[in-house]
Each structure stands twice: as C-alpha cells, then as structure tokens.
C-alpha cells in the first residue's frame, strides 16, 4: 500500500535511516526533487540472500479468515536499484478452503525517486502521527518506531499502522490494518515478523561495488 511507502519516508525523515539523510539544516525536498527512496534504504544495508519471513492473517465482516505466509528476499543490489523476491504462500487454514498455494513476483526499488512518488500531504480526511515503543523482535527487545496513518472517503475509513526497525531487512516488524464502512468494521488484519536471515553488508563489500 502506498501507506507502507508513506511509513518508510516519515520515519526517514524523522531520523530512523538519517545516516542517509541530509544534514537537518538542508531545506526541505518539494515535488520534483530526487530523494532517498526508503524501499531501497531499509534493504540496502543488508547482504544479497537476505530475507524476511512474515504471517498476515486476514479477518473478513463475516468473521472467515484468511492466513497466508509472506517471504520477502533481497535477490540482487546495486548502487542504482535492487530487486526483492515475494513468496505468499496460504497458511493451513487458508489452503483448506481451498485457495490458490503460492505466488511470486518480483519488485525493484530504485536508490532515488521523485519526492511526490512516495509523499502524501495531509488533506481534509487524511492524517499521520508517528511515535515509538519497545517489541519483541525475534527475542530481543527493541525500540521501534511507528507510523499511524488513516483516511477517509467514499468508501469508508482505513487506518494503518506500521512498526519498523533498520535491524529486519524491508524495515517492517508488525503491521494492522482496519477497514470500517458506516462505522462498521469490514476488515480487519494482522501481519507480524515471523522469521528472518539478516546478514549485514560489510563496509568493505560496500567499497569494492562503488
């Protein structure tokens, strides 16, 4: 969701990734401006084979849910772009009922982007907040930070929120996204770090490719 990208460069901004951002001194990016893409940032500091393992379980207005396991692995890298694997495959309870096992697609993240390619300002229906607290990550307690981020329309309401941390390759630990319509809860899910192969680039990995 464009959401996931909107998380990723507030948290950019606010500092999570600063050692890639400019001085806070430097004025502020405007549409047509190239800037740090975050898709890119919270994978490139992490080797090629790298992955992360997640479970999003899906529950519908009519109380059927939906599980599926979701692989995400960084499959090349370059200074300019790298590309990323993703596996969904159905959880158990999904498979039962009958739906397709497993699909993959491939996604490539450029380094650089236009500033409104991944920036929504606020408008009348639409806002963000940010903050941070301690989770469970993989065993180790961790300070994460968090983007919260709803909107309404037409269509009733979605709120997002995502938790990310630089230590999980792709930056998400745990997502929940609710959808009401006429103030009734027509969806609701849950998607939450599972597993993960993080294998840090080493600087002088990084030197040999500039």
Same mark, same amino acid.
């Given at each position: 969701?464009?959401? #996931?990208?909107?998380?990723?460069?507030?948290?950019?901004? #606010?500092?999570?990734?600063?050692?890639?951002? *400019?001085? +806070?001194?430097?004025?502020?990016?405007? *549409?047509? =401006?190239?800037?740090?893409?975050?898709?890119?940032?919270?994978? !490139?500091?992490?080797?090629?084979?790298?992955? &992360?393992?997640?479970?999003?379980? &899906?529950?519908?207005?009519?109380?059927?849910?939906? $599980?599926?396991?979701?692989?995400?692995?960084?499959?090349? @890298?370059?200074?300019?772009?790298?590309?990323?694997?993703?596996?969904? #495959?159905?959880?158990?309870?999904?498979?039962?009922?009958?739906? !397709? =096992? $497993?699909?993959?697609?491939?996604?490539?993240?450029?380094?650089?982007?236009?500033?409104?390619?991944?920036?929504? *300002? $606020?408008?009348?229906?639409?806002?963000?907040?940010?903050?941070?607290?301690?989770? =469970?990550?993989?065993?180790?307690?961790?300070? &994460?930070?968090?983007?919260?981020?709803?909107?309404?329309?037409? =269509?009733?309401?979605?709120? $997002?929120?995502?938790?990310?941390?630089?230590?999980?390759?792709?930056?998400?630990?745990?997502?929940?996204?609710? @959808?009401? @319509?006429?103030?009734? &809860?027509?969806?609701?899910?849950?998607?939450?770090?599972?597993?993960?192969?993080?294998?840090?680039?080493? +600087?002088?990995?990084?030197?040999?490719?500039?």
């Amino acid at each position: 969701m464009r959401f #996931a990208l909107l998380a990723l460069f507030v948290l950019a901004t #606010a500092g999570l990734a600063s050692a890639q951002q *400019p001085a +806070a001194s430097a004025p502020a990016p405007k *549409p047509g =401006d190239m800037v740090t893409n975050p898709a890119y940032s919270h994978w !490139a500091h992490f080797a090629v084979g790298s992955s &992360v393992t997640q479970k999003e379980a &899906v529950t519908l207005a009519d109380g059927t849910l939906v $599980e599926s396991v979701i692989t995400a692995k960084l499959v090349s @890298k370059s200074k300019q772009k790298l590309t990323v694997e993703t596996t969904v #495959a159905a959880a158990d309870v999904t498979k039962r009922s009958g739906a !397709a =096992d $497993e699909s993959k697609t491939l996604t490539t993240y450029p380094a650089k982007v236009k500033f409104e390619d991944i920036h929504t *300002p $606020e408008s009348g229906g639409y806002s963000v907040t940010t903050g941070k607290e301690v989770l =469970d990550v993989k065993g180790k307690m961790t300070e &994460v930070e968090w983007v919260e981020a709803s909107t309404t329309s037409s =269509d009733g309401t979605v709120t $997002e929120k995502d938790w990310y941390t630089v230590d999980v390759p792709g930056g998400l630990v745990k997502q929940t996204v609710t @959808k009401k @319509k006429a103030d009734k &809860v027509s969806s609701q899910s849950t998607l939450q770090l599972v597993d993960m192969k993080a294998k840090r680039e080493t +600087a002088k990995h990084e030197a040999k490719k500039s």
